[in-house]
């Protein structure tokens, strides 16, 4: 997925504008909001952690 489209923290759902379009979005009670929400802390851990990784082999290839 490209970087620019992936779900982040930064970038929050807009339910509104999808609720406007697909009027059965939301008609029940799913947790599908904290689900999301859980996905992109999950995402953004991973991200980070894949950071923390490359800058550790990065280090280990320099010496």
């Known amino acids: 997925m490209d970087k620019t489209t992936e779900p982040t923290d930064e970038a929050p759902f ?3 504008a999808i609720r406007k379009r697909f009027r059965w979005v ?3 009670a799913s947790g599908e ?3 999301s929400q859980r996905y992109r802390q999950i995402m953004a851990k991973a991200r980070k952690d ?3 990784v490359e800058a550790i082999d990065a280090i280990w290839k320099s010496e």
């Open 14 to 16: 807009d339910y509104e």
């Open 26 to 28: 939301g008609s029940i």
């Open 33 to 35: 909001r904290e689900l």
């Open 50 to 52: 894949r950071e923390i």
